[in-house]
């Protein structure tokens, strides 16, 4: 059988030679009675020898994995510990008592880590995530688990030594997993762990971790899916906080993954912690002005629709509602919108289609004796870009709808012709804005209107 496809439960059934190990010299005598206390117990008496003598059990499992050898010793061992910690996660507490001052207890895993063999790759994972969350925080100044640098006589391993080390491991599964459908499940459950360590962030954007996380950002349906995806995002969310992660993802594709997670997602934990993550990055940069490009302002009513449980879920869409109007207040300005035209290639920014825009700045296109509005005619003859064409369709139909001789001021620009070439497009995006603008340059805004409706 393939290392990788044992289980806890299968390697805990082997039969391991305790006493050939001490009569090699491998463990002492006292390790081997308190490995002959502990094996092949129930899970309550073996909880009973850890709240008793927690510390000295730890003492063993990291001898062994630290002096011998043996494949399938080490897994038995790594099996032991994570059978512990799964059935009391606060027993990795027990990895930094005082009286193990001596003892490197984060090598051994550190080192297996780097094993040609999944099943130990993975236990080792998940144990030294566990006990570094473990650890308590006043103990970053020091070496290992309380040893003081400057008394220290062995080089003992780090926290940053631990967290580097796991880093550089998890955007290796990233990369090129070591197990096809484990390692990045593997990779990314531990980070949404360790990501609330600021080395760890730090490290983590240096080592280009957060481009191999991105494209984890995608709509699921499979349970398993759905789970690597929510964890995925909780990655993500963590990251928002840290500026340098910021500044990554606004490099990447993050935002129109992270909108069309929210906007497809049922699962609750999946929509909470997306948008408790655009609620972080909204007021980042130009990050909110492309939230409102891509859709989330309608998206999030969408979403304040939906009857949800979670109070912090609807307090962050109340925010994201809100801050979305700033942002369209913003955006929403002529002098945003002249160098857009002057420029000649216009999208879909907000403004265009904001009543309150147009309202409020229709009289700004007399300035220059209506320069604006002549360059959005000369886009017609000039431009290739269906967008640009479409948009600029758009605009005259709306100039004509909003200025009060709008109709006869676009007739008498000329802009009839050039628009009506334009109803052969082979864009049909094109076809529609030119159609729009026809029929208010010929019906007037309100029957135009009701044909579009």
């Keep these: 059988m393939d290392h990788a496809e044992f289980t806890t439960e299968q390697v805990l059934k082997r039969d391991i030679p305790w006493e050939a190990y001490m009569t ?75 009286s193990l001052v001596n003892e490197d207890t ?12 999944w099943f130990i790759q993975e236990k080792s994972c998940k144990i030294l995530s566990m006990i570094v969350s473990a650890r308590p925080k006043s103990q970053d100044s020091v070496v290992s688990n309380g040893q003081t640098a400057s008394y220290s006589k062995n080089k003992f391993t780090t926290i940053d030594d631990v967290l580097k080390g796991l880093v550089d491991w998890l955007c290796g599964q990233l990369r090129k997993p070591s197990h096809p459908t484990c390692g990045v499940p593997t990779a990314v459950n531990s980070l949404a762990t360790l990501l609330r360590e600021p080395f760890v962030r730090s490290s983590f954007v240096q080592a280009e971790g957060v481009k191999l996380l991105v494209p984890l950002i995608s709509p699921a349906s499979a349970l398993q899916s759905i789970q690597l995806l929510y964890e995925a995002c909780l990655c993500i969310w963590l990251l928002s906080y840290y500026e340098p992660a910021v500044e990554y993802l606004a490099t990447t594709r993050a935002l129109p993954r992270l909108a069309e997670v929210v906007k497809s997602s049922t699962k609750e934990k999946v929509v909470r912690v997306t948008v ?24 999030v009513l969408n979403l304040k629709a939906q009857a949800w449980s979670d109070e912090d879920l609807l307090e962050a869409l109340d925010q994201l509602e809100e801050g979305f109007k700033d942002n369209i207040k913003k955006l929403s300005s002529f002098d945003k919108y002249k160098p857009e035209v002057l420029l000649g290639h216009l999208d879909w920014s907000p403004m265009h289609k904001d009543p309150v825009f147009w309202s409020d700045n229709i009289t700004h296109f007399e300035e220059n004796d209506f320069q604006i509005l002549r360059v959005l005619i000369t886009i017609l003859d000039t431009s290739a870009d269906p967008r640009t064409l479409s948009v600029a369709c758009f605009d005259l139909s709306q100039f004509i709808q909003y200025h009060p001789a709008g109709r006869g001021i676009v007739n008498d620009l000329n802009a009839k012709e050039r628009v009506m070439k334009l109803l052969n497009h082979e864009n049909a995006e094109v076809t529609k804005n030119a159609l729009l603008c026809v029929q208010r340059l010929f019906l007037g805004t309100k029957y135009a209107s009701f044909l579009q409706s």
């Design 106 to 117: 984060y090598e051994p895993f550190l080192r297996l880590l780097w094993k040609d063999n």
């Design 24 to 98: 090699t010299k491998l463990i002492t005598g006292t390790c081997l009675q308190l490995l002959r206390r502990y094996d092949n117990r129930s899970e309550s008496y073996r909880a009973q020898l850890l709240d008793d003598d927690g510390p000295a059990y730890v003492r063993v499992f990291v001898s062994i994995l630290r002096d011998i050898l043996k494949e399938e010793t080490i897994e038995y061992v790594l099996a032991l510990i994570d059978e512990m910690l799964t059935a009391n996660p606060k027993q990795a507490r027990l990895f930094h008592d005082k």
């Design 276 to 299: 408790l993550t655009l609620r972080n990055l909204l007021s980042k940069g130009t990050l909110g002005a492309q939230m409102v490009d891509l859709g989330l302002p309608q998206i």
